[in-house]
Nanobody
Framework: QVQLAESGGGLVQAGGSLRLSCVAS????????MGWYRQAPGKQRELVAV???????VYAESLKGRFTISRDNAKKTVYLQMNSLVPEDTAVYYC?????????WGQGTQVTVSS
């Protein structure tokens, strides 16, 4: 079994920054990708950024320049650095991973940006 553990969410003022972390643990033989999605109240879950373990990254177009995804391969961890946060970034942020050819989701971490 594989588990994803997210951390780093919280309350921040507009213009501030947060760094989210997602650690994968368990019987891991292959990581295809790890990344982040978010879901705001009343909205559908949407892509934020994905790190393909072969080396490429994918971002939501609207978030390029403010959000940066990175990874630590040895720690099986993916990070999301979020800068210049705005209230519209308020959402539950979910870690998603393709591990051992299965799709996994974390429990989510709340990010709240106050104006």
């Amino acid at each position: 079994q594989v588990q994803l553990a997210e951390s780093g969410g919280g309350l921040v003022q507009a213009g501030g920054s947060l760094r989210l972390s997602c650690v994968a643990s368990g019987n891991i033989f292959n990581i295809g990708r790890m990344g982040w999605y978010r879901q705001a109240p009343g909205k559908q879950r949407e892509l934020v950024a994905v790190y393909n373990w072969a080396g490429s990254t994918v971002y939501a177009e609207s978030l390029k320049g403010r959000f940066t995804i990175s990874r630590d391969n040895a720690k099986k961890t993916v990070y999301l650095q979020m800068n210049s946060l705005v209230p519209e970034d308020t959402a539950v942020y979910y870690c998603n991973a393709l591990i051992n050819v299965h799709d996994y989701w974390g429990q989510g971490t709340q990010v709240t940006v106050s104006s």
